[in-house]
């Protein structure tokens, strides 16, 4: 029996370990395989002091102590061992501990078969015997920082993965949020609509005039929140950026002036003007008109809202100058801007700046704001037809949202 070298014997080594100062603890440590107790006992005087050096002499034994030990910095095996030849060690060390570094002591007759492993994987770098002890302890250094390298990596993949899971659930939870509370919602909201165009036929007729303004005022009510469970239904049906569009030829101009018709009393009461300028030879564009409709009616709104009463809000249409074969649309405000803290979070759902003070059922009035899913469609509607969004704007100077779309769709 060779003489037992520190870690030779793993209930010794686990004893002394015990005994250590907890700094001592700290050092890395080290797996040396190789059948002459001369080299064992030489690698461990020399190595000592840096890491915790364990013995074995044949593979079996130090894959054993691998298995047992999780945070084996590094092993490093001879070559030519009977029984098990340290290249093999070294392959079945890497099906073990793959974040273990492996390396491996060898002679030059064994060159070829030692290339053939470091090209596998199984061998992180080779040293030639005799060795030179400065460039042994490199080597160590530069195996135990790889180590820890790829434990890092391992436990920052760990909490990224947890992280992405908590995301995907919290989306899973929104979208399912979202389908119940606009089910729930659209039935109601349809009987109350119903009955009230019911009442306006059988008792409208004989009704007073305070009883049609209250019937109005819940027409319009139950109108409102129509047009909001709308919005969410639309919000869910295309959180799935593979959804289908209903492709068409149309003319910008023509969806904008749909949009001021369907915009036209707000505008009205707001005493605001709107200046279109659309290029004169605007080529028409395939899109989904339906949405990209939608996308004009939020961002008219939005600009009629933040727009003060009696001032003009800006429509332009023209080739995008920075993409061929591409549109960019405009609409410009003379609103209050929006402040940098809230500009990235303009496109996220149900954001509506952080003053809820603002927050309001109203549909135009100055500056409310509804519940915040306006733009998110905007920009899920833009994105489905392969655009982008962009918004230029700065507290006290107004607000520039553009979109640009494509002028084909594949």
Not at 261 to 272: I, S, T
Request: aromatic share 6%; with cysteine; hydrophobic share 45%.
């Amino acid at each position: 029996m060779p003489p037992i070298i520190e870690g030779q014997d793993f209930q010794t080594t686990a004893l002394r370990e015990a005994a250590e100062p907890p700094r001592a603890r700290r050092r890395p440590i080290v797996l040396v395989v190789d059948d002459e107790v001369e080299v064992l006992q030489s690698l461990h005087d020399l190595l000592r002091i840096d890491y915790q050096i364990v013995t074995r002499d044949n593979g079996e034994e130090a894959l054993a102590f691998l298995a047992a030990t999780p945070d084996v910095a590094a092993i490093l095996s001879d070559q030519r061992m009977p029984g098990m030849t340290g290249v093999e060690v070294l392959r079945r060390a890497a099906a073990v501990r793959p974040e273990t570094t492996r390396l491996l002591f060898t002679a030059f007759s064994d060159l070829r078969t030692v290339i053939d492993a470091v090209n596998l994987g199984h061998v992180f770098q080779y040293l030639a015997k005799p060795w030179d002890p400065d460039e042994l302890q490199r080597a160590i250094r530069q195996a135990v920082e790889r180590r820890d390298l790829i434990v890092e990596k391992n436990r920052l993949m760990a909490e990224l993965q947890a992280a992405n899971a908590r995301l995907t659930e919290a989306n899973r939870l929104k979208t399912a949020f979202l389908q119940v509370a606009s089910h729930e919602l659209n039935t109601p909201v349809t009987v109350i609509l119903g009955l009230a165009d019911l009442w306006k036929l059988s008792q409208g007729p004989t009704a007073s005039p305070a009883e049609h303004a209250w019937i109005e005022r819940i027409n319009a009510a139950a109108g409102r929140l129509a047009r909001t469970v709308g919005r969410m239904f639309k919000l869910v049906e295309n959180d799935d950026f593979t959804h289908t569009l209903s492709i068409e030829t149309v003319h910008l101009e023509t969806l904008i002036q749909s949009t001021l018709a369907a915009l036209a009393p707000y505008l009205e009461a707001r005493g605001q003007d709107v200046a279109v300028d659309v290029q004169a030879d605007l080529e028409p564009i395939a899109c989904d008109p339906a949405k990209i409709h939608d996308v004009l009616i939020n961002l008219v709104a939005n600009a009629i809202k933040f727009t003060p009463d009696g001032k003009t809000i800006r429509i332009e249409a023209r080739d995008d100058p920075d993409e061929s074969d591409s549109v960019r649309v405009e609409v410009q405000d003379q609103g209050a801007g929006v402040a940098l803290a809230e500009q990235r979070h303009l496109f996220e759902p149900f954001f509506t700046g952080f003053d809820t003070l603002h927050h309001s059922s109203g549909e135009y009035q100055f500056d409310k704001r509804g519940i915040g899913l306006g733009l998110c469609l905007v920009k899920t509607f833009v994105e489905l037809h392969g655009g982008r969004v962009e918004v230029a704007t700065a507290p006290g100077r107004g607000s520039t949202f553009a979109f640009v779309l494509p002028r084909r769709q594949p």
